[in-house]
């Protein structure tokens, strides 16, 4: 493949790596076709070319030796950050809330395990979920070791479910319905726990 493929590649896996960035080990792998040398050749240039471009808020970072992750140019860093200083609705999608839902009830749960109960794949809702901090690893279990999920400190934090697990309402997943607003209906006090307010 030309430079210019390879520079694309390299630029999806760091951004589908997000902040825990990926080893080079890793991208070799990946591009089998390609030396290891060749590789970090195209993440320099990469690098190169967004340090170039002010019209590009990107830069790579290299850290633990071997390992890169996308990140933004330090000196924008401040105008970034009043974006947290902004009140603005967040949502969730339906298929999130569900997955959130079976979390919180079921877990530790296995990604598996969750499938089985939607029927249907969750492997992005997951992910979305882990990015918010609303859900962690506790655990590895079964045949193959997978990973078991339950809902976060911040997860209670921001349901305001003083109690935990025990606040949370009596439901019947097979009554959850992905066309539902909110998919989990008020508890003894009129509120609505899961309202979907985050943004997916």
Do not use: C, W
């Amino acid at each position: 493949m030309n430079n210019q493929e390879l520079q694309a590649i390299i630029e999806g896996l760091l951004f589908i790596s997000g902040d825990d960035g990926i080893e080079l080990g890793q991208i070799a792998q990946v591009l089998t076709e390609e030396k290891p040398s060749a590789i970090k050749k195209t993440i320099k240039a990469l690098e190169d070319k967004y340090n170039q471009d002010e019209a590009s808020i990107f830069s790579i970072q290299k850290f633990n030796q071997n390992k890169y992750r996308l990140q933004t140019k330090s000196k924008y860093n401040n105008y970034l950050a009043r974006l947290k200083s902004i009140d603005q609705p967040h949502k969730l999608t339906p298929a999130a809330i569900e997955v959130l839902s079976i979390i919180a009830y079921d877990g530790p749960i296995s990604r598996h395990e969750i499938d089985l109960v939607r029927k249907s794949d969750s492997t992005y809702q997951v992910q979305r979920l882990k990015e918010k901090h609303l859900i962690k690893v506790v655990a590895r279990g079964g045949i193959n070791r997978s990973a078991l999920y339950e809902v976060t400190d911040n997860f209670y934090k921001i349901f305001n479910l003083t109690n935990g697990k025990a606040d949370l309402p009596s439901l019947d997943f097979n009554d959850l319905s992905l066309d539902d607003e909110t998919l989990i209906s008020n508890d003894s006090t009129g509120q609505n726990i899961f309202k979907g307010d985050l943004n997916e």
